[in-house]
Nanobody
Framework: QVQVMQSGGGSVQAGGSLTLSCAAI????????MGWYRQGVGHQRELLAIISTDGSPQYGDSVKGRFTISRDNAKDTVYLRMNKLQPEDPGIYFC???????????????WGQGTQVTVST
């Protein structure tokens, strides 16, 4: 099993910054890609950023140039630095970790509990 523990989030004024953290605690296998998703009210969960074990990031169009994803492989931890937060950014932010087991062809996904981000104007 994998436990995905999120921290950070909260409330910030528009234009402000927040940092989210997420640690994947596993018993077996290795952690591969880790990413951040957002679900706003009335919206589907959208991909914000994902990062591979070699540190290569990919971003969703809505956050490019404002959010930065990074990771610490030794700790199986991923971070999301969110700058220039806008009124359209609020929602529940979820972390996802992929765990690869030996002799299994595909990794399985584990989700964090979600953390609320609020942006005030």
């Amino acid at each position: 099993q994998v436990q995905v523990m999120q921290s950070g989030g909260g409330s910030v004024q528009a234009g402000g910054s927040l940092t989210l953290s997420c640690a994947a605690i596993k018993d077996l296998g290795r952690i591969k890609d880790m990413g951040w998703y957002r679900q706003g009210v009335g919206h589907q969960r959208e991909l914000l950023a994902i990062i591979s074990t070699d540190g290569s990031p990919q971003y969703g169009d809505s956050v490019k140039g404002r959010f930065t994803i990074s990771r610490d492989n030794a700790k199986d931890t991923v971070y999301l630095r969110m700058n220039k937060l806008q009124p359209e950014d609020p929602g529940i932010y979820f972390c996802k970790a992929e765990r690869q087991l030996p002799v299994v062809s595909r990794p399985d996904n584990y989700w964090g509990q979600g953390t609320q981000v609020t942006v005030s104007t």
